[in-house]
């Protein structure tokens, strides 16, 4: 009996995630939570036609789940149609080698690509320089904590001393955080009118310098309409505190294309755990509700759904995105207190943010050493 490409598809996500549990492998860094990608996939709803990219691919989550939403909206694509979808619509960059043979099998199981054809993920560090192609629509989750491997030259000239310097005049500003280096690429890679979703840890919401010309760029240049800020004990690699931040890319203004962002706060007074309480698909229904992606301008405030102006932004200090505005209960309340194991959970993936700082910053006094 042959099996069918989904079943075998399936199968092989399934060996993907459990792979992805296992701390020891170190799997789970290029592994995002499969319901947290299809909950991003809703709200971003893909359509025919569209150019899409995944610069972090890890395993290729992403892809896939933009190709099956195109595919299960749109039953009736012609021959022509459903080629392009299965072999131009897709791109993706993945620097570890390995992982990237795991990406690529994924997509052959699912019925995407082929054995023969050219391969729609690149080996490679996608920060090395601007590929000049650009698309409709990036979907991502850069790795946190890493460096790149090569040092980063922005517009204003700054560099950081490594093995390797890369010119960016497409981006705005240098630094060593490869978030936000992540993020000016991603704005690179994105078409005037084309959207984007990716997450990124709480330090692009609000580090200094570099991090605050970034995000006024940001907001100037692109409407930043949506931040969801997820909660603890969603991903495999360990001390992530992470939000996913959502925003169109628009041609040159003399004004903030930017006019209000929705903060979506999932993390407040919510728990979950990997193995225990994963968070599923369910969990963020009301965010999908209150996204409105239909209709955007229809969006009504609820108690974790709250606008904010971009003058409000802009005159925070730092213009920090890092916003919180419901009473955290677990502070004054003993009796809501987490299971302790929760609470254990979250003291060691602080300890282990701080110690992946830490280690960042020695490494980069120790380069300037060199």
């Known amino acids: 009996m042959t099996l069918k490409a989904d079943v075998k598809g399936d199968a092989y996500e399934g060996l993907l995630q459990k792979n992805a549990e296992d701390t020891k492998s170190g799997a789970g860094q290029y592994f995002t939570p499969r319901p947290l990608i299809h909950a991003i996939v809703e709200v971003m709803a893909p359509v025919a036609g569209m150019r899409i990219c995944d610069p972090a691919c890890g395993t ?21 149609e459903r080629k392009e979808l299965r072999f131009e619509a897709l791109h993706g ?79 705005w500003a240098t630094t060593s955080n490869k978030q936000l280096n992540f993020l000016q690429h991603v704005r690179t890679l994105t078409k005037v009118g084309g959207s984007v979703a990716i997450v990124v840890p709480d330090n692009v919401l609000f580090e200094g310098g570099a991090g605050e010309t970034i995000r006024r760029k940001l907001l100037h240049e692109c409407d930043v309409h949506t931040l969801l800020r997820l909660p603890t004990g969603v991903f495999y690699a360990q001390g992530v505190k992470a939000n996913v931040l959502f925003f169109d890319r628009k041609a040159a203004s003399e004004t903030p294309w930017t006019k209000e962002l929705w903060i979506y706060d999932l993390r407040t007074n919510q728990h979950f755990t990997l193995k225990e309480d994963p968070l599923g698909y369910e969990d963020l229904g009301d965010f999908i509700k209150c996204f409105s992606a239909g209709d955007r301008p229809k969006r009504v405030e609820s108690d974790r759904f709250h606008c904010f102006s971009i003058d409000e932004l802009l005159a925070r200090d730092k213009a920090s995105l890092d916003i919180f505005w419901l009473r955290d209960e677990s502070l004054e309340d003993a009796d809501n207190l987490p299971a302790p194991e929760v609470i254990a959970a979250e003291i060691v993936e602080d300890l282990e943010a701080a110690l992946a700082e830490f280690a960042e910053i020695a490494a980069n006094l120790g380069a300037r050493e060199a």
């Open 60 to 80: 290729g989550g992403f892809l896939l789940a933009a190709h099956d939403y195109i595919a299960q909206h749109n039953p009736y694509l012609n021959p022509d």
């Open 93 to 171: 960059w993945e620097i570890v080698d390995n992982t990237a043979r795991l990406c690529a099998m994924n997509l052959l199981l699912h019925g995407i690509a082929a054995a023969d054809a050219e391969s729609p993920i690149r080996v490679d560090d996608a920060m090395k320089s601007d590929p000049g192609a650009r698309y409709d629509m990036v979907l991502t989750n850069p790795p946190f904590g890493k460096k790149s491997s090569v040092t980063l030259v922005g517009a204003d000239g700054e560099s950081r001393k490594q093995d390797l310097t890369i010119l960016r005049d497409d981006f």
